[in-house]
């Protein structure tokens, strides 16, 4: 007879691989009695662990070079956050589209490795820095709610570090979902590319949850996504949030152009359409690949030329980001757009952290005046939108005149 071995869980594989993905956890003394320090001290060996005063590794300062910025993966440090925890995204800027949105950093740096990550031209700490005093940052909201009022408000958690790549070992979901259990109205959004879900997968919520991912044909993730979850273990992850009633969203984000992008790209589009309704998914958006023109040195001595984001051809925009010439975006976006489509008209398709001008071409409309999207989409952007399509047309006039 086949000797049985204990069955170890999902929650319990993941939180091991996060424990071993760690060299060593540096914990603020500040932060001694905190739930975070807590937790980590009963899960990590003593040999990982060591109590500071400071940031470790002060001699490191400013830019890192590339050893740094991969070893601070691998090296955790829980320390107090003094500064505001929340903001609003980052594509809520002049010459920018974005649905109304307001992010809250809890950490920063990340345990995965994508080649075009942001963080490589951001951060400047050799540490993964989680934060010790998300009672705060909850607190901070309270009060952000009662300047708001009645409106509504979505908050997301994925911009300076992943939402739940490291949640088996925070189990801040867990914090987060109650407090919006109070706030039905407020939406939650987490957006990941792990497929770390069966931490919270039995914690009572009001619906007003959204589990996101950023997903990519699986060729992409091999090549460009190290140490995340592959594409069919994110769907797996979603198709089991949507069976316990958690919302799911979807987004195709960054596409990254390479020689066979359209039959990897309307592949990616088939098995979302097989595998969910649209209904399924309140929005699926799409962005195309940009980052910092600083990020390139890091980004090409990380990843070498085989990488196919060190192979585009990629032009500065008006926020000095490097991306695709227009007519490259264009066509990504209408591809798989119209692959969509042609499954059904009900999928709500939209575009993030893009110029009006890049939606106009796309969709020949505003945002606010596509599908449903409106309501995602706040008054600012709607000026925005108003001022792009005066432009556009003093341009059509100034042309034909
Ligand atoms: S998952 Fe996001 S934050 Fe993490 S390495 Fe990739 S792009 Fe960066």
Redesign the pocket.
């Known amino acids: 007879m086949a000797e049985s071995g204990p069955i170890i869980s999902k929650s319990q594989q993941d939180l091991e691989k996060l424990l071993d993905h760690f060299d060593r956890v540096y914990i603020d003394r500040k932060s001694e009695n905190s739930p975070l320090a807590r937790r980590l001290e009963s899960l990590f060996p003593a040999d990982k662990l060591e109590w500071v005063d400071s940031r470790p590794h002060p001699q490191i300062r400013g830019e890192m070079s590339s050893g740094e910025f991969a070893r601070s ?1 691998r090296q955790l440090y829980v320390t107090e956050f003094k500064g505001q925890f929340f903001k609003r995204c980052p594509g809520a800027k002049p010459g920018l589209a974005c649905c109304n949105y307001f992010v809250l950093n809890w950490g920063q ?6 080649s ?5 031209s951001f951060l400047n700490s050799p540490v993964l820095t989680l934060y010790s005093n998300l009672d705060q940052a909850l607190e901070e909201l309270r009060q952000l709610g009662k300047s708001l009022g009645e409106q509504s408000l979505r908050v997301g958690t ?5 939402s739940l ?1 490291l949640d088996p070992l925070t189990l801040f979901s867990h914090e987060l979902m109650a407090f919006f259990r109070d706030t039905p109205r407020w939406t939650l959004e987490f957006k ?3 497929d770390f879900v069966h931490q919270f997968l039995d914690v009572p919520h009001e619906g007003n949850v959204i589990v996101s991912w ?1 997903i990519n044909p699986q060729a992409v993730v091999e090549r460009e ?4 979850a592959s594409l069919e273990q994110r769907l797996q992850a979603a198709e089991l949030c949507l069976s316990r009633g958690l919302q799911i969203a979807f987004h195709i984000d960054p596409m990254i152009w390479h020689p066979e992008w359209k039959e990897n790209y309307a592949a990616l589009v088939d098995e979302v359409a097989a595998r969910f309704r649209p209904g399924d998914l309140p929005y699926l958006s799409l962005g195309a690949l940009r980052f910092q023109p600083e990020q390139k040195a890091m980004m090409r001595e990380r990843f070498g030329m085989k990488s196919w984001v060190n192979q585009g051809e990629m032009w500065p925009g008006k926020d000095g980001k490097l991306r695709y010439p227009l007519e490259l975006r264009q066509e990504m976006f209408n591809f798989v757009l119209n692959r969509f489509k042609e499954y059904s008209p009900e999928w709500k398709v939209f575009l993030c952290m893009e110029s009006p001008e890049t939606w106009l071409s796309t969709y020949t409309k505003a945002p606010q005046q596509v599908d449903s999207l409106a309501p995602l989409f706040d008054q600012g952007v709607s000026r925005q939108f108003r001022k792009a399509l005066k432009r556009s047309q003093a341009d059509t006039n100034s042309a034909s005149g």
């Open positions: 993966k740096q990340c345990d995965m490795n994508c075009y990550c942001y963080l490589q994925g911009e300076l570090v992943d790549s990941t590319k792990s950023s996504e190290q140490g995340t």
